[in-house]
């Protein structure tokens, strides 16, 4: 198997993409774990409702910004050459 060095290092660029793109799987499990935990505190304490939810924003943009990043790296991976 005659494999050249720059075949070799898109390959391994294309599977550095896909691992990095899991990346972006957190982003909706965390965002779907905070608004339902906000879900039930506020149905446990609706008095309490502003601070629960500019929590729950706080949290919301976190996650989202991780998954960003994770796709932003995957984008880099795929479309950067490297020489």
């Known amino acids: 198997m005659n ?14 993409a ?3 793109a ?3 799987l957190g982003g ?3 965002i779907g774990t905070v608004s339902g935990k906000a879900v039930e505190a506020i149905a446990r304490q609706p008095e309490a409702k ?10 919301i ?5 991780t998954s960003l990043y994770a796709l932003f790296i995957s984008i880099m ?3 950067v050459k490297w020489q």
């Open 3 to 16: 494999i050249d060095s720059n075949t070799f290092l898109n390959g391994m660029l294309a599977v550095g």
């Open 18 to 20: 896909g691992l990095a």
């Open 22 to 24: 899991i990346g972006c």
């Open 28 to 30: 909706g499990v965390g």
């Open 50 to 59: 502003g601070d629960i939810m500019s929590t729950m924003i706080l949290g």
């Open 61 to 65: 943009a976190f996650a989202e910004v």
């Open 77 to 79: 991976l795929i479309f």
